[in-house]
């Protein structure tokens, strides 16, 4: 009932944000404790996952794996992208005109020509 009233009875008693639920303010409480840092460098983050996959670089994880051809990622989001070499899929289409990208990046540095072209003519 509480994402129809949209109370948010759970507040951090540090920095005031509220939260719905319990476990959210728990996670952003993670924040105040940090930061989590590398022993091995000079690497430090605010939430424990974030340090765990760093300390993927030093251990040389690669723990998630395409079914495909066995090539191994240090991130599912990486995986994920590679994921679209053996599907076809391009979900980044410019809105301008019809090139499209594998990465977001890809289109964002796309759109640099549009706005620049819009920029030069006037």
């Given amino acids: 009932m509480r ?48 340090l765990k996959r760093h300390m993927r670089l030093h251990k040389g994880e690669r723990p998630y794996m395409c079914e495909v051809c066995g090539q191994l990622f240090k991130q599912n989001v990486h995986l994920k992208r590679h994921m679209r070499a053996h599907t076809g899929e391009i979900p980044y289409k410019c809105k301008v005109c019809d090139y499209a990208f594998n990465q977001s990046g890809d289109l964002t540095d796309h759109m640099r020509i549009h706005t620049e072209e819009q920029v030069v003519s006037q």
Avoid: D, W
């Avoid at 109370?7 to 952003?28: A, N, T, Y």
């Avoid at 409480?29 to 424990?48: D, L, Q, S, V």
């Fill in 3 to 50: 994402t129809h009233t949209g109370k948010r009875p759970c507040m951090c008693e540090v920095c005031g944000q509220s939260f719905k639920k319990s476990g959210h303010l728990k996670k952003h409480m993670r924040i105040h404790t940090g930061p989590y840092t590398c022993e091995m460098c000079a690497y430090a983050g605010n939430h424990i996952g974030s």
